[in-house]
């Protein structure tokens, strides 16, 4: 299955949304259809081997729309940037119609309305040259005109969907308009076909293209604000520069961005932005990283660190690699996530659609009600009769229900963008307000994830650097953290790194190898005793390590392993015991040091109300340590990485809405089984698939944060949704009830929408 996200033109309303849903997904091949009224878009996913985009557009066009494609995307371009553009030209070229149509309807209107007010007072009659029949005429000219040029794009909508037996806002429209228009065209046109003699002075040719106006100026409103809801996207693609400095045989090059390829040599000098993605190969400098990441102060980078493409290199030139051009750049895959994101329904939008469904025609029935009751059964004259009905067909706005939704999402999605939070799609962003119980994982995520070697303990006679020298042997071709500071500490020393002769890793144990001729075993106990090492004087026992009694070697002071290993959980460390040739050798001390943040961050967690559970392949003693400096009460210890799943489907019991917060890699059984997963401190496109939320920054602060960007963008939607629904609870019964004038009701519909769109945009303000 293939899906795609593109634009499609004539969608004014929510009824529109359920059309063009219902025809793609009646389409053989087509799996699912998704429309977003605020972005004027649909997702879908079809089977290439059915159908093709072509044969869609035909079938969308023939319900009355029109499916916009794209180019394809090529190498150096991204996807989300040829819909971009398409999305852009595609607004642009809307908002100027619906301008000059609104412009055309002021310039029309205002002289419609301004002789139908004073053609009724004294001085008028008694000083105009034209007869009142004349005055009528010149009416009807200039309201023809708005009705056949401005006001068309709602007849045209509304024939479109009589011919499939549909109806929308267009047709309310069109309807009211056309029946103030037509009846007064009859009174000046045909007087003797009139129905009674108290209609021959009823002429609503003001009421006609005024409506029309302030529709239009409704929309244009509606498509300014709408515009300013894909700000975020628009932003992202437009990071990167148009040109890159290219060394090429020792000479630079100015090339443009789109002849970039992989392993390219790029320079960057100060104050200009990074192309692509790449490692840095040359030079060091400061990197503000803030418009993709969300952190403010500039990151430090050197040899062998990596870049992302459209940040900005702040006081020293710098030559890189590029390591992913075009669509494979981190700005693109997260310009893809947001679009996807903003293109997604959140559950809440459910009762709004099913309603929506049904809106229009309910509102024809009331209207014509209103009409056979008043004129029928309430004596009133029939030109009062008419007006009340065009009233209530006018005062409907099933657009602001469309609108209520989407528009939030969109914006709150976007914001989240611009702070590094990245929301895969609306039903993460609505189930993240509900969560209940937050997993974290310690390493990277309460504490630094960057652990060090602090203490070195030999036993059995061994030496101190031969001990290392082994033991980062083996670990070099481990990923493990723990086992990268072994690395980096060995490396300090002097002493070279053997080529371990074999490697094999134990997940969640430990890792197995020959170096030199010797055969090494590092981990924890439990590895240690899988290994069946020789603890004490040449036997194998099975008794834990840390209760043999092995004496440290070197001295009067020296202390039993069971006291080291007491002392490093107690002050937070990881022990690391390393076994050669069947003997321990010695014990490693590894610390991470807390985020600064975390304490901090955990308690307004749990002000919240939301529990906090730490999970952890680590020994109980020290993940206690390490629990007890942030404030966790309830820690899970000693875990493999494919149990922890198990552990989060316990704390799912009765209910509970639990997230999961690792790294999104290692963690992917157990971000997968949460209600909400949460990947942090990682711009891989790896991460961004996998979580519900990822997070740019390796900071328990984000967590805070995306929780509260969904609070409150939930409560914008019920904000939406709330006076979208008393609008038109209120709104349809005075206007059926006699006490609303059309022109009144076409101002407050038009307002309805552009107060759900300004709401929502109210959330770019917001601040955690």
């Known amino acids: 299955m293939e899906t795609v996200s593109l634009p499609v033109e004539g969608m004014t309303c929510a009824s529109c949304v359920a059309r063009v849903e219902k025809t793609l997904t009646r389409v053989d091949g087509v799996e699912q259809a998704a429309v977003n009224l605020a972005s004027e878009r649909v997702t879908f996913s079809f089977d290439p081997g059915k159908t093709n985009l072509n044969a869609l557009a035909s079938v969308v066009e023939k319900a009355g729309y029109k499916l916009l494609l794209p180019d394809p995307p090529s190498a150096s371009r991204s996807d989300s940037a040829a819909r971009n553009d398409l999305q852009e030209n595609h607004q642009e070229r809307a908002y100027r119609k619906t301008k000059s149509d609104f412009l055309l309807s002021v310039a029309l209107s205002v002289p419609v309305m301004f002789i139908s007010m004073v053609s009724m007072t004294d001085w008028f009659m008694r000083w105009s040259p034209l007869s009142m029949e004349e005055v009528n005429k010149v009416l009807f000219l200039l309201s023809t005109v708005v009705m056949v040029l401005p006001g068309n794009r709602f007849f045209d909508s509304a024939w479109k969907q009589a011919k499939h037996v549909t109806a929308d806002m267009n047709t309310l429209v069109a309807v009211g308009t056309g029946t103030a228009y037509a009846f007064s065209s009859l009174v000046v046109l045909f007087p003797h076909w009139l129905p009674d003699a108290s209609a021959a002075n009823a002429i609503y040719f003001d009421t006609a293209a005024t409506i029309i106006t302030l529709i239009l ?43 970039l390829v992989v392993n390219d040599i790029i320079i960057v000098r100060p104050g200009e932005k990074i192309p692509v993605d790449g490692v840095v190969t040359n030079g060091s400098s400061s990197v503000d990283e803030s418009l993709v990441t969300g952190e403010s102060l500039p990151v430090e980078k050197s040899m062998s660190d990596k870049l992302i493409g459209g940040t900005i290199n702040k006081n020293g030139s710098i030559e890189f690699r590029a390591t992913a051009v075009g669509k ?28 929506a469904g049904v809106f229009v025609p309910i509102v024809v029935g009331i209207a014509v009600l209103t009409f056979v009751g008043w004129y029928i059964f309430g004596g009133l004259p029939f030109t009062s009769a008419m007006v009340n009905f065009i009233a209530v067909l006018i005062i409907a706005c099933p657009c602001a229900l469309g609108l209520a939704t989407p528009t939030a999402i969109m914006v709150g999605t976007g914001l989240g963008a611009t702070r590094g939070i990245l929301i895969r799609d609306a039903q993460s962003l609505e189930r993240a307000q509900n969560v209940q119980t937050i997993v974290l994982d310690k390493t990277g995520t309460v504490t630094e994830g960057k652990p060090v070697v602090t203490d070195l303990f030999a036993f059995n006679g ?20 723990l086992g990268r500071a072994v690395v980096e500490y060995a490396r300090k020393m002097p002493v070279g790194l053997p080529e371990a002769e074999s490697f094999e890793s134990d997940t969640g144990w430990g890792v197995r190898g020959v170096v030199a001729g010797a055969s090494v075993l590092i981990g924890n106990a439990g590895m ?12 194998a026992e099975g008794s834990r390590v840390w209760n043999n009694g092995i004496v440290e070697s070197g001295g009067g002071n020296s202390r039993t392993a069971n006291e080291i290993l007491a002392s490093l959980a107690a002050q937070g460390k990881t022990p690391i015991l390393v076994a050669i040739d069947g003997k321990i050798a010695g014990i490693i001390g590894v ?102 939320i990822t997070l740019m920054q390796s900071d328990l602060a984000g967590v805070l944060e995306a929780i509260a960007l969904s609070k409150r963008t939930m409560l914008s939607i019920k904000q939406n949704l709330f006076w979208a629904f008393v609008y038109n609870i209120i709104g349809i019964p005075v206007a059926a009830l006699g006490y609303l004038n059309p022109m009144v009701a076409a101002g407050a519909m038009a307002m309805s929408s552009v107060s759900v769109v300004s709401n929502s945009l109210r959330l770019r303000r917001w601040r955690a």
């Open 591 to 692: 610390g991470d040091v807390v985020k600064p943040s975390s304490r901090d961050v955990i308690g307004k967690l749990k002000g919240l109300g939301i529990d906090i559970v730490m999970i952890t392949g680590d020994n109980p003693a020290t993940a206690g340590a390490i629990a007890a400096q942030v404030g966790i009460d309830e820690v899970i210890a000693g875990v493999l990485p494919d149990e922890k799943s198990r552990h989060i489907k316990r704390l799912q019991t009765g209910g509970r809405v639990v997230a999961m917060v690792g790294d999104g890699i290692n963690d992917a059984p157990a971000l997968a089984q949460a209600d909400v997963s949460i990947a942090m401190g990682s711009g891989t496109d790896v991460a961004m698939e996998a979580a519900d």
């Open 217 to 259: 100026l409704g929309k244009l409103l509606e498509a300014r604000a709408k515009r300013k809801t894909t700000d975020a996207i628009r932003r992202l693609l437009h990071l990167q520069p148009k040109t890159a400095h290219l060394l090429r045989d020792g000479k630079e090059l100015e090339v443009e961005v789109g002849e």
């Open 328 to 355: 494979d750049t981190v700005i693109a895959h997260i310009a893809r996530l947001v679009e996807d994101a903003q293109g997604s329904k959140a559950p809440i939008q459910a009762l709004a659609d099913k309603i």
């Open 528 to 539: 240690m005793e899988r290994g069946a090492v020789e603890s004490v004087g040449g036997s």
């Open 462 to 481: 061994f030496e101190k650097t031969h001990i290392v020298q082994l033991a980062a042997a083996l670990e070099n071709k481990s990923e493990h953290p």
